[in-house]
């Protein structure tokens, strides 16, 4: 039975936050951003293992607590200089002696600064993905009007919004096919488009804006909101 794996990638530095410290590392209630990350990854009882990419040059995760994930968590120190680089390192070292993922096994890629991720987002997932030929990705329907800039920052045209989503991740296809795709399409920003560039068509699983990605100050604000809530009503 082909087995679940997930692979996160952090070696970026996350410049657009504005400060010194990688994104991934910034507090969110008492923790790095991506221990939240980590953890809903880490206790989906469906997830053998979750590889964590860093940088080489990396002297920041070693200085945190990572015991709670009672070992299904491994660093990796094989990032490279795009987040496509990051994984397909990780990709080359998972097949190796050491780890044994097979094939067939899915591989779900995460954002690290998607520290918002549900267990219902996996569910979702998993229960679509499962036994689908290709693989997929969560995401959601753009619902606001979408315009296309000018040079100079003036509205080109508007953009008709049917049919557009909004990629989220994880992004979930087998290891054969996710490396495969990531060797031969080299310039791309997620693992959905590589798989596209060879001809397969991923499935969009509708989740929703929970899962954001902490790009800006305010996104992280936002991410505490939601933490704070689910754990209330938890």
């Known amino acids: 039975m082909s087995q679940y794996f997930a692979i996160v990638p952090a070696a970026g530095s996350g410049s657009r936050m504005g400060q010194s410290t990688p994104k991934q590392y910034s507090p969110l209630l ?3 951003l991506i221990w939240h990350t980590l953890s809903t990854l880490c206790n989906h009882p469906s997830i053998a293992q979750v590889y964590v ?3 080489p040059a990396d002297t920041i995760w070693a200085s945190f607590d990572w015991s709670a994930f009672n070992g299904r968590l491994t660093p ?8 496509a680089d990051s994984v397909r390192n990780a990709l080359r070292v998972l097949h190796g002696p050491q780890h044994h993922v097979r094939e067939d096994d899915w591989v779900m890629v995460h954002d690290a600064a ?7 987002h996996l569910n979702a997932l998993i229960q679509q993905l499962g036994h689908d030929d290709v693989g997929g990705l969560l995401a959601v329907p753009v619902a606001d009007t979408v315009k296309r800039a000018d040079s100079h920052q003036r509205c080109a045209e508007t953009v008709p919004r049917d049919g557009l989503w909004q990629a989220q991740t994880p992004q979930m296809f087998r290891y054969a096919v996710l490396r495969g795709a990531l060797d031969r399409a080299r310039n791309v920003t997620d693992e959905a488009s590589a798989v596209e560039a060879v001809g397969l068509q991923p499935k969009l699983v509708a989740a929703d804006m929970t899962n954001l990605k902490v790009t800006w100050p305010l996104d992280l604000h936002m991410a505490e909101l939601i933490l704070r809530d689910r754990k209330d009503q938890a």
């Open 30 to 32: 008492g923790k790095p």
């Open 53 to 55: 990419v860093l940088s």
């Open 76 to 83: 990796l120190y094989c990032g490279g200089e795009q987040r």
């Open 114 to 120: 998607r520290a918002c991720l549900s267990t219902d």
